[in-house]
């Protein structure tokens, strides 16, 4: 059974960091690429970062670059999204995906398996 699900949300300061997790069954990163997207309250989801099936290569949305490091653990199947310098506009749902065939985008509907989302809250 195909599944992913997201760990590692949370709150935290401003300037914090958080590591999510995303964990997968059913399926092989050497042959999906895994995307973290996040849906603020009142907005629309929004793709952040991938890390592409076999070499690994990433894509980082402007306005994380710098600040967040995607990776994974092939041995583990799970993909890790490492937050930095975290800001209130952070504050999201995040959720983590999987698109086979995918390369260096964050266009949600080029991903076909989502899993449940990880609350991160930015504040003092």
């Known amino acids: 059974q195909l599944q992913l699900v997201e760990s590692g949300g949370g709150l935290v300061q401003p300037g914090g960091s958080l590591r999510l997790s995303c964990a997968a069954s059913?399926?092989?990163?050497?042959?999906?690429?895994i995307g973290w997207f996040r849906q603020a309250p009142g907005k629309e989801r929004v793709g952040i970062v991938c890390?592409?099936?076999?070499?690994?290569?990433?894509y980082y949305d402007y306005s994380v670059k710098g600040r967040f490091t995607i990776s994974r653990d092939n041995a583990k199947n799970t993909v890790y999204l490492q937050m930095n310098s975290l800001r209130p506009a952070d504050t999201a749902v995040y959720y983590c995906?999987?698109?086979?065939?995918?390369?260096?985008?964050?266009?949600?509907?080029?991903?076909?398996?989502w899993g449940q989302g990880t609350q991160v809250t930015v504040s003092s």
């Open positions: 059913g399926l092989s990163l050497d042959y999906h690429t």
């Open positions: 995906a999987a698109g086979f065939g995918v390369v260096s985008t964050v266009m949600a509907t080029q991903y076909d398996y």
């Open positions: 890390i592409n099936s076999g070499d690994g290569t990433t």
